[in-house]
């Protein structure tokens, strides 16, 4: 058959009633036939009843007496219906007492025994209607059976078995189908006849509207509207094709009329464009040059200050001492943290902020927050105060590095903008055991400045303070507040701001954090304890480092761990060091003089060298490291690093297996925080 896009209207609306007519009839006539089936089938089966009901009428008192003779002349009677091919009585015990039967020439025999090929056809039907008991009906491919007891009153004297043809059956059925047959295709015609006759009262108009609708291109115009209007659908169908036509060459005028200037405004546009895309791409790009720079210069030195300071902390020192270096290593985390937002700002702008889930405890990070900042109250009369309520026993879990955040930007702003008075962090932590989980809430309260209502939602917007006076007195960039919301935000919580102008001002945040189980607490440096670092001892490493800072660092982690640790400064130096000699792991920062990390990675690989190499950069972003592993080298550890962070690589690469160690806390290790 044609596919219907190759059909004309008339052809379609033709097929359309001549299917829908057919399925129809086939519908009525597969309905009818059905019915016819079902009365014809029912009607033999009960000829059948009617006749084994005859014969057991007239044998029961003969089956009763027992006279053979008689049940044979009974059986003899049968004759007269052709269909018959056999028909046997039993007395009740099972036994024979006379069979007829007829074959296919139709000869017919009538005894007390018959032919046990004959009888072994049936013998499975008369076993079952014996062990049964009752009239049973069984039809078969080619024949109906019967097999019913025969009583007199009440007594049972016998049974009678029948087996019947089913010739005339399937003859009936035949001719009853061919006359379906017929019908449907006398039926068909005059569906197919009509349907070409009736399509015409919808084919016509539309084949009319096509052809004034090919004239429009042709002429410009429109054929003269027909004073006789239809009223139907196609009536408004004609007066929309001339209503289009006369808005066609109103267009076309207008068209014409700025068709002069069309391409002076076309260009003159185009170029805007390509100025504005150039002027934003140029911007875009600075931008991206400018953090990256930020981000290396300041990272650089952050590698002394986290690496220093964490070695400081974990060196066993007094606990004044103590408490100095973790407030000098948590400085230093918050200030990573806030270069890491500032190089996020784009993401921040996007709502593309991929937030980490990892098991810590609410009461350290809030007390670890205030004592970051206690030292910005010295020589203010301003008091830092901390008031925790509630449950602090679980672990929860969230994105330690981003709440710390939100709390040190809000306590430093509230500090910046007090100048007499307190600033009071209150936490309150409810736990709710059939959830899972603990609502928070943290609130910072100052006795600052204030704001005025009109300001109250300014200030969350990016680069935007309560009026230009206040970035005079106070600094700041406006970024902070901004950054907040869109964290609470991210982690499904709320942040509501109360101020009255000259009073102070109060910051809520609530959240609702899950439980840690005892497999994530386990697994988290922030709650399990610091595990001694591995010893590699006789394994030899090349560090490529330009930064004495770096060195220094490098060479007292790696002191106790028995490496033999070798330092070049640049890239050109490393590969003349492993011409020489050969080194277990090297070490290699990706900027230095003479020839960076990058282009000496590559030129080892192509020299063959198979030893791991890692990536030092103070570059951190994503497309940075896949530059990394672009030139061949084999890992990436990001500038600053931590102790763990260093043991982890080098466990990776330095093991003789190659497999990362999973550590796990000991058995006296605390699991919780028990307040």
């Given at each position: 058959?044609?596919?219907?896009?190759?059909?004309?209207?008339?052809?379609k609306?033709?097929?359309?009633?001549?299917?829908?007519?057919?399925?129809?009839?086939c519908?009525?006539?597969?309905?009818?036939?059905?019915?016819?089936?079902?009365?014809?089938?029912?009607?033999?089966?009960?000829?059948l009843?009617?006749?084994?009901?005859?014969?057991a009428?007239?044998?029961?008192?003969?089956?009763?007496?027992?006279?053979?003779?008689?049940?044979?002349?009974?059986?003899?009677?049968?004759?007269?219906?052709p269909?018959?091919m056999?028909?046997?009585?039993?007395?009740?015990?099972?036994?024979?007492?006379?069979?007829?039967?007829?074959?296919?020439?139709?000869?017919?025999?009538?005894?007390?025994?018959?032919?046990?090929?004959?009888?072994?056809m049936?013998?499975?039907?008369?076993?079952?209607g014996?062990?049964?008991?009752?009239?049973?009906?069984?039809?078969?491919?080619?024949?109906?059976?019967?097999?019913?007891?025969?009583?007199?009153?009440?007594?049972?004297?016998?049974?009678?078995?029948?087996?019947?043809?089913?010739?005339?059956?399937?003859?009936?059925?035949?001719w009853?189908?061919?006359?379906?047959?017929?019908?449907?295709g006398?039926?068909?015609?005059?569906?197919?006849?009509?349907?070409?006759?009736?399509?015409?009262?919808?084919?016509?108009?539309?084949e009319v509207?096509?052809?004034?609708?090919?004239?429009?291109?042709?002429r410009?115009?429109?054929?003269?509207r027909?004073?006789?209007?239809?009223?139907?659908?196609?009536?408004?169908?004609?007066?929309?094709?001339?209503?289009?036509?006369?808005?066609l060459?109103?267009?076309d005028?207008?068209?014409?009329?700025?068709?002069?200037n069309?391409?002076d405004q076309?260009?003159?546009?185009?170029?805007?464009?390509?100025?504005?895309?150039?002027?934003?791409?140029?911007?875009?790009?600075?931008?991206?040059?400018?953090?990256?720079?930020?981000?290396?210069?300041?990272?650089?030195?952050?590698?002394?200050?986290?690496?220093?300071?964490?070695?400081l902390?974990?060196?066993?020192?007094?606990?004044?001492?103590?408490?100095?270096?973790?407030?000098?290593?948590?400085?230093?985390?918050?200030?990573?943290?806030?270069l890491?937002?500032l190089?996020?700002?784009?993401?921040?702008?996007?709502?593309?902020?991929?937030l980490?889930?990892?098991?810590f405890?609410?009461?350290?990070?809030?007390?670890?927050?205030?004592?970051?900042?206690?030292?910005?109250?010295?020589?203010?009369?301003?008091?830092?105060?901390?008031?925790?309520?509630?449950?602090?026993?679980?672990?929860?879990?969230?994105?330690?590095?981003?709440?710390?955040?939100?709390?040190?930007?809000?306590?430093?702003?509230?500090?910046?903008?007090?100048?007499?008075?307190?600033?009071?962090?209150?936490?309150?932590?409810?736990?709710?055991?059939?959830?899972?989980a603990?609502?928070?809430?943290?609130?910072?309260?100052?006795?600052?400045?204030?704001?005025?209502?009109?300001?109250?939602?300014r200030?969350?917007?990016?680069?935007?303070?309560a009026?230009?006076?206040?970035?005079?007195?106070?600094?700041?960039?406006?970024l902070?507040?901004?950054?907040?919301?869109?964290?609470?935000?991210?982690?499904?919580?709320?942040?509501?701001?109360?101020?009255?102008?000259?009073?102070?001002?109060?910051?809520?945040?609530?959240?609702?954090?899950?439980?840690a189980?005892?497999?994530d607490?386990?697994?988290?440096?922030?709650?399990?304890?610091?595990?001694p670092?591995?010893?590699?001892?006789?394994?030899?490493?090349?560090?490529?480092?330009?930064?004495p800072?770096?060195?220094?660092?490098?060479?007292?982690?790696?002191?106790?761990?028995?490496?033999d640790?070798?330092?070049?400064?640049?890239?050109?130096?490393?590969?003349?060091?492993?011409d020489?000699?050969g080194?277990?792991?090297?070490?290699?920062?990706?900027?230095?003089?003479?020839?960076?990390?990058?282009?000496?990675?590559?030129?080892?690989?192509?020299?063959?060298?198979?030893?791991?190499?890692?990536?030092?950069?103070?570059?951190?972003?994503?497309?940075?490291?896949?530059?990394?592993?672009?030139?061949?080298?084999?890992?990436?550890?990001?500038?600053?690093?931590?102790?763990?962070?260093?043991?982890?690589?080098?466990?990776?690469?330095?093991?003789?297996?190659?497999?990362?160690?999973?550590?796990?806390?000991?058995?006296?290790?605390?699991?919780?925080?028990?307040?």
């Amino acid at each position: 058959m044609l596919s219907s896009r190759f059909m004309s209207v008339r052809q379609k609306l033709t097929l359309i009633i001549f299917f829908v007519s057919m399925v129809v009839l086939c519908l009525s006539a597969a309905i009818s036939a059905y019915i016819e089936l079902r009365h014809l089938q029912l009607s033999t089966q009960e000829d059948l009843t009617t006749l084994s009901d005859i014969l057991a009428a007239n044998g029961r008192t003969v089956l009763a007496t027992r006279e053979v003779l008689g049940i044979e002349k009974i059986l003899n009677s049968v004759h007269s219906q052709p269909d018959v091919m056999a028909a046997y009585f039993f007395y009740p015990e099972g036994r024979m007492v006379a069979a007829y039967s007829r074959n296919a020439d139709g000869q017919h025999r009538t005894g007390n025994s018959v032919d046990p090929l004959v009888l072994q056809m049936e013998s499975q039907q008369v076993e079952e209607g014996l062990r049964v008991g009752r009239q049973t009906l069984w039809n078969e491919q080619q024949w109906f059976s019967l097999f019913a007891p025969v009583k007199l009153e009440t007594q049972l004297v016998g049974y009678l078995y029948l087996r019947v043809e089913k010739t005339r059956y399937h003859l009936q059925i035949l001719w009853l189908l061919l006359g379906w047959l017929a019908v449907l295709g006398i039926a068909a015609s005059l569906s197919f006849l009509l349907s070409r006759k009736l399509q015409g009262v919808i084919s016509e108009p539309v084949e009319v509207l096509t052809e004034r609708m090919r004239l429009v291109p042709l002429r410009h115009r429109h054929e003269p509207r027909d004073p006789t209007a239809r009223t139907d659908e196609f009536g408004t169908l004609f007066s929309g094709l001339d209503e289009m036509v006369d808005a066609l060459e109103l267009r076309d005028r207008q068209l014409l009329e700025h068709q002069q200037n069309l391409e002076d405004q076309v260009r003159l546009r185009t170029w805007e464009l390509r100025e504005a895309k150039e002027v934003a791409e140029a911007a875009t790009e600075a931008k991206s040059r400018f953090l990256a720079n930020v981000s290396h210069e300041i990272r650089t030195p952050m590698v002394g200050i986290l690496g220093v300071s964490d070695l400081l902390r974990q060196s066993g020192l007094p606990e004044k001492e103590q408490k100095l270096a973790e407030t000098v290593f948590q400085s230093g985390e918050s200030l990573l943290a806030i270069l890491n937002d500032l190089l996020d700002l784009s993401k921040v702008e996007a709502g593309k902020l991929a937030l980490d889930r990892a098991p810590f405890s609410l009461q350290k990070l809030v007390e670890d927050a205030v004592q970051v900042l206690q030292t910005k109250t010295a020589g203010k009369p301003v008091e830092l105060r901390l008031n925790l309520s509630g449950e602090y026993r679980h672990p929860v879990i969230g994105d330690l590095g981003r709440l710390r955040q939100v709390l040190l930007n809000l306590i430093s702003n509230a500090l910046k903008f007090t100048e007499e008075g307190e600033v009071l962090v209150a936490v309150q932590m409810k736990p709710e055991i059939d959830r899972g989980a603990a609502d928070v809430v943290i609130a910072v309260r100052d006795t600052g400045i204030g704001l005025h209502p009109a300001d109250q939602e300014r200030i969350f917007e990016s680069f935007e303070q309560a009026d230009t006076s206040t970035t005079r007195n106070y600094g700041g960039t406006g970024l902070g507040l901004t950054i907040v919301r869109q964290l609470v935000d991210e982690m499904h919580g709320t942040l509501n701001l109360e101020s009255v102008y000259g009073e102070g001002s109060c910051f809520t945040i609530r959240l609702n954090l899950p439980f840690a189980d005892d497999e994530d607490v386990a697994a988290s440096p922030e709650i399990t304890r610091e595990i001694p670092s591995p010893s590699w001892s006789g394994k030899r490493v090349l560090l490529a480092e330009d930064n004495p800072t770096t060195q220094q660092l490098l060479q007292i982690m790696l002191e106790n761990a028995g490496i033999d640790l070798h330092i070049v400064e640049n890239g050109q130096e490393a590969i003349n060091f492993l011409d020489q000699e050969g080194v277990d792991l090297v070490l290699m920062d990706c900027q230095m003089p003479v020839m960076d990390g990058l282009e000496a990675a590559t030129l080892l690989r192509s020299n063959g060298l198979q030893t791991p190499v890692i990536a030092l950069t103070a570059h951190a972003r994503d497309e940075d490291e896949e530059r990394c592993l672009g030139a061949g080298m084999d890992d990436f550890l990001g500038k600053p690093f931590r102790k763990n962070e260093l043991e982890a690589v080098l466990e990776k690469w330095l093991s003789d297996e190659r497999v990362p160690v999973e550590q796990t806390p000991s058995d006296d290790v605390e699991t919780t925080c028990n307040l």
